[in-house]
């Protein structure tokens, strides 16, 4: 048994024991406490839950920004951000919890492209399907940095990636649809760059993104992969 879990074990079978059998006293409070003292903070955490999510959240965040931490930790913490994102209600903490621009700085890292990778990945996540996370994240003008992130980043991984979260941003959100088309180079667009592009057609957001997803492609055939993998 967890040793904690034992101590509590222990804390409610003393309680118990302690418990005078006959009536409470007129204040209506035991009169013995139980020998053990109450249990240790600690144990109530591991009972109750421990941190919340916002806190785990936060944590992660710090351990990604630490200028000490190694490349390794970096990308744990991250794993661990991208998979609270994935609710959402920690998505829309994002903003309330100041985390979303910090997580956008990432995607600008120059040093480490595992890292704008993550990023990327995290942004992707939290705005997929959730409109308040779109416009968290629209309000902070991230599309045209995915954009550029998607046809000329020196890693093709990163470039997938990116491709993945402009796709996730702009569906059915008309303004990051409007801002990324804005912003998409004449080839790119074709005969199809005039007009309104509805962000609820999804065939013609598909046919847009598809593009960037082979301009992306054409683009690692000219530029070298990214060597700052961690070994």
């Known amino acids: 048994m967890d040793p904690g879990l034992n101590q509590l074990l222990k804390w ?15 204040n209506g409070q035991a009169s013995t406490l139980p020998s053990g003292g109450p249990p240790h903070a600690d144990v109530l955490d591991a009972l109750f839950g421990g941190p919340s999510d916002a806190e785990l959240m936060k944590a992660a965040m710090a351990a990604i920004t630490s200028p000490t931490n190694t490349i390794q930790n970096k990308l744990v913490a ?10 959402v209600d920690n998505a829309n903490n994002l903003a309330v919890l100041n985390l979303w621009d910090p997580l956008i700085q990432e995607l600008r890292n120059k040093d480490q492209s595992d890292l704008r990778y993550m990023a ?9 399907n959730n ?13 045209p940095l995915l954009l550029d992130m998607a046809l000329s980043d020196v890693d093709v991984k990163v470039r997938k990636k ?18 990324m088309i804005a912003k998409l180079p004449h080839d790119i667009m074709g ?3 005039g007009g309104t592009h509805d962000a609820g057609d999804m065939e013609a957001v598909d046919h847009i993104l598809a593009r960037i997803r082979d301009k992306g492609q054409s683009s690692s055939e000219q530029q070298p992969l990214s060597s700052d993998q961690p070994s």
Request: aromatic share 8%.
């Open 78 to 87: 991250f794993e661990n951000f991208e998979q609270l994102v994935e609710g």
């Open 120 to 128: 990327a990945w995290c942004v992707g996540t939290a705005v997929q």
């Open 12 to 26: 409610g079978i003393e309680n118990t024991e302690n418990t005078p059998a006959g009536p409470m006293p007129d």
């Open 162 to 179: 990116a491709s993945y979260a402009l796709s996730s941003i702009v569906r059915n959100y008309q303004p990051a649809l409007d801002a």
């Open 191 to 193: 005969t199809s760059g």
């Open 131 to 143: 409109r308040t996370a779109q416009e968290h994240a629209q309000s902070r003008d991230v599309v």
